[in-house]
């Protein structure tokens, strides 16, 4: 069963957006702060933004002013906002709860981006 679900995933040019969403088990959704993971071929899975339970926001310098997380509590969803992304935004995008557990990796959506 997987715990979380993530959708939103695309082929976009560079300066475009996207808007990434991720259904998640309400279990680990109402106590849990909640992240958006990506990782690029042949870099490590890193961590792009974070929001907690309260909705206090965290953001890797990389994608400030360019990325906005955001969740909906009552549908168990955290969203990501990407604006103005870059050819180096192209990854595999995950949600996870922070500080992330292994076993509640989901399949991820891709996002490409065309220079």
């Known amino acids: 069963v997987q715990l979380v679900v993530e959708s939103g995933g695309g082929l976009v040019q560079a300066g475009g957006s996207l808007r990434l969403s991720c259904a998640a088990s309400a279990s680990i959704f109402r106590i849990n702060s909640m992240g958006w993971y990506r990782q690029a071929p042949g870099k490590q899975r890193e961590l792009v933004a974070s929001?907690?339970?309260?909705?206090?926001?965290n953001y890797v310098d990389s994608v400030k002013g360019r990325f906005t997380i955001s969740r909906v509590n009552a549908k168990n969803t955290v969203y990501l906002q990407m604006n103005s992304l870059r050819p180096e935004d192209t990854a595999v995008y995950y949600c996870?709860?922070?500080?992330?557990?292994?076993?509640?990796w989901g399949q991820g959506t891709q996002v490409t981006v065309s220079s």
């Open positions: 929001i907690s339970g309260g909705g206090n926001t």
């Open positions: 996870n709860v922070v500080p992330l557990i292994t076993n509640y």
